[in-house]
T-cell receptor, first 114, second 113 residues
Framework: AQKITQTQPGMFVQEKEAVTLDCTYDTSDPSYGLFWYKQPSSGEMIFLIY??????QNATEGRYSLNFQKARKSANLVISASQLGDSAMYFCATSYNQGGKLIFGQGTELSVKP | DSGVTQTPKHLITATGQRVTLRCSPRSGDLSVYWYQQSLDQGLQFLIQYYNGEERAKGNILERFSAQQFPDLHSELNLSSLELGDSALYFC????????????FGNGTRLTVT
């Protein structure tokens, strides 16, 4: 069964610095997707970035990039030039087979300091 | 704005009662998913519908049921409510499985007193 592990319950980063949020996954499927979502204190879940297991290049979306290391089964999120508005919970997730449902990790709470 | 609409935003009810949560997916999305988010359990997948048919089932209690209608909107029914059912319930939709991200609604916060 798929499993996502986020080992950092909380992290602090100085404004304008880069930060890496860790995510490891466990799956026996050869084809899978990895997703990152942001949940601000207001509660909504915002999709940030996607990486497919067969994608050769690491995904990037603006200030977000995904450091995908398949052999290590890790899919870390890198946020460059942190902003105060980046303070939120961040969830890593993996797609389950081809059915579409996502399995989420426990999340990492990121606090950006001015 | 994700394009997924959930109503109501907040719901306060008593133990033993029954409530219905409603979700309208993004235009063009055929899959609808329901998730429960609580402090102790995190984000738990409940159930998925694809074009009106149940596609996958997760940790959904027997007291809970869902359906997806011909116009693709979905309802999650929670009955015989208990204090432990208090949580944030999310609906999400996607075009198809696998590579497509789920787009989440803003959630319904259920409080059972």
């Amino acid at each position: 069964a798929q499993k996502i592990t986020q080992t950092q319950p909380g992290m602090f980063v100085q404004e304008k610095e880069a930060v890496t949020l860790d995510c490891t996954y466990d799956t026996s499927d050869p084809s899978y997707g990895l997703f990152w979502y942001k949940q601000p204190s207001s509660g909504e879940m915002i999709f940030l970035i996607y990486q497919g297991s067969y994608d050769q290049q690491n995904a990037t979306e603006g200030r977000y990039s995904l450091n995908f290391q398949k052999a290590r089964k890790s899919a870390n999120l890198v946020i460059s030039a942190s902003q105060l508005g980046d303070s939120a919970m961040y969830f890593c997730a993996t797609s389950y087979n081809q059915g579409g449902k996502l399995i989420f990790g426990q999340g990492t709470e990121l606090s950006v300091k001015p | 704005d994700s394009g997924v609409t959930q109503t109501p935003k907040h719901l306060i009810t008593a133990t033993g009662q029954r409530v219905t949560l409603r979700c309208s997916p993004r235009s063009g999305d055929l899959s609808v998913y329901w998730y429960q988010q609580s402090l102790d359990q995190g984000l738990q997948f409940l159930i998925q519908y694809y074009n009106g048919e149940e596609r996958a089932k997760g940790n959904i209690l027997e007291r809970f049921s869902a359906q997806q209608f011909p116009d693709l909107h979905s309802e999650l029914n929670l009955s015989s409510l208990e204090l432990g059912d208090s949580a944030l319930y999310f609906c999400a939709s996607s075009v198809e499985g696998g590579r497509s991200p789920l787009h989440f609604g803003n959630g319904t916060r259920l409080t059972v007193t």
